[in-house]
C-alpha cells in the first residue's frame, strides 16, 4: 500500500488512519482512492469526506501513456460547442495530450455516470462546460488529484473552482447601445434560459443600455429563449405579431439570431430595412447567414485555451482557483440600419 501513502501538514502518514475512522479495510480507502466502481456511494461518500478533512491528497500519477484531457458538455449540437473543442484541442497538443469527449448531464452540472467513470478513467484534468459543480463531485475529483477547470459562459461558478468566463453584461450593453445608436427606441431582446446567469446578466446589460438612451423598457419586449434557431424563431414571430412590433432584435445567441432572420423573411420583412438583428457569440457561421449578422464576439475559442492553460498549470495541491473574465466586444456587419432606412 506504500503508493497510496499521503501528506497532509503534519508529515507522512498512511491511510490506514483513514479506515480505521471510516471503519471500513485498508483496501476499500484504496479501492475509494483509486476510482473503483466497486465501492457503495455512501462508503465512497464517508471516505472522500475524511480524506478532505484531513487534508490528504493522492499524489498525481503519471501516465503510462499519452495523457488523456476531458472535455465535458451537457450537449455538442451547439455551433459554439465546437470553437471550444478547437480551444481545447489546441492547448492539449502543445502538452502531448490527447482530447477525450463526453455529454453528460444538464447544463448546470455533469450526470452522476460521469463521475465514476471519470474516476476509473483518471484523466490528466477535466475541462467542464457548466455553470455550477456540486460539492461531492468538487471533493471526488480533488481527493483523486483529477484538476478541472470550469469553462463558464453560463454562470459565475464557485470562488473555489478554477474558471474561465466572459463579459456577458458588457456584450449586453454594447448590442444594445449600437441599436440605441441607430435611433431605434423599439428594442426587444431574446436572451437565454432565465435560469441561467449570462441570460440575466445580458438582460441587465441591455436594461442598462436602453436607460442610458433615457428609454422606457417594454416588459413585453422581453423574452427568454434557450439558445437555439427554434427557440428564437418563435419568439421572434410573436414579437413581431405585435401591433407595435419592435424594430430590432438583440438575440443572446447567434442560433437565436438566425430564427429571428428566418421570421423576418416569413413576414416579408427585410433585414435591415424594416428590423435590424444583433446577435451574440460571433460564431463562424454568422458571417455566412443573409445578410452577414452584426453580433457581440465572446472569444470561446480563446476561453477554452485559458481554460486548459489554468489545468496544465494547476499545482498539486489544487489551490490557487481564479476566475479569469475575457472581453466581449461588438461586430459590427450588414444585420443593422436606422429604423425605416431604405
Known amino acids: 500500500m506504500g503508493n497510496d501513502d499521503e501528506t497532509n501538514g503534519r508529515g507522512r502518514v ?6 480505521k475512522l471510516a471503519d471500513v479495510s485498508l483496501p476499500t480507502v484504496s479501492k475509494v482512492l483509486n476510482g473503483r466502481a466497486d465501492v457503495s456511494r455512501a462508503t465512497r461518500a464517508k471516505v472522500e469526506q475524511l480524506l478532505e478533512a484531513h487534508g490528504y491528497r493522492r499524489r498525481p500519477r503519471t501516465a503510462p501513456w499519452p495523457g488523456l484531457v476531458e472535455l465535458v458538455f451537457h ?25 477525450v469527449l463526453t455529454v453528460s448531464g444538464t447544463r448546470h452540472t455533469p450526470g452522476p455516470e460521469w463521475l465514476d467513470g471519470v474516476l476509473q478513467r483518471r484523466p490528466l484534468g477535466v475541462v467542464l462546460v457548466f455553470s455550477t459543480l456540486p460539492q461531492d463531485v468538487k471533493r471526488q475529483l480533488r481527493s483523486a488529484a483529477i484538476p478541472f477547470v470550469v469553462v463558464d459562459p453560463a454562470g459565475d461558478p464557485d470562488p473555489d473552482v478554477p474558471s474561465v468566463g ?66 428564437g424563431f418563435e419568439h421572434a414571430m410573436s414579437l413581431l405579431d405585435e401591433p407595435d412590433r419592435p424594430t430590432a432584435i438583440f438575440a443572446g445567441s447567434d442560433l437565436q439570431a438566425l430564427g429571428v432572420l428566418e421570421a423576418a423573411r416569413l413576414k416579408g420583412l427585410r433585414v435591415p430595412q424594416d428590423l435590424s438583428v444583433v446577435g451574440y457569440d460571433d460564431v463562424p457561421l454568422a458571417q455566412w447567414s443573409s445578410p452577414p449578422l452584426t453580433t457581440v464576439h ?11 492553460r489554468m489545468l496544465f498549470n494547476q499545482d498539486e495541491s489544487g489551490k490557487g482557483a481564479q476566475r479569469i473574465e475575457l472581453a466581449t466586444h461588438l461586430v459590427e456587419r450588414q444585420s443593422t440600419a436606422p429604423p425605416g432606412k431604405s
Open 298 to 308: 465572446q472569444p470561446l475559442r480563446q476561453m477554452a485555451e485559458e481554460a486548459s
Open 166 to 231: 466572459s463579459a456577458n453584461w458588457a456584450g449586453g450593453l454594447a448590442a444594445t447601445r449600437h441599436l440605441t445608436a441607430l435611433n431605434h427606441e423599439r428594442v426587444a431582446i431574446i436572451t437565454g434560459p432565465k435560469d441561467m446567469l449570462c441570460s440575466r446578466a445580458r438582460l441587465d446589460g441591455y436594461r442598462s443600455a436602453m436607460a442610458m438612451a433615457a428609454l422606457d423598457v417594454d416588459p413585453r419586449l422581453i423574452r427568454f429563449g434557450d439558445f437555439h434557431v427554434q427557440g
Open 75 to 99: 450537449e455538442l449540437d451547439s455551433i459554439w460547442a465546437m470553437e471550444l473543442v478547437k480551444g481545447v484541442e489546441q492547448v492539449a497538443r502543445e502538452n502531448h495530450a490527447t482530447v
Open 14 to 19: 498512511t491511510l490506514a488512519e483513514v479506515a
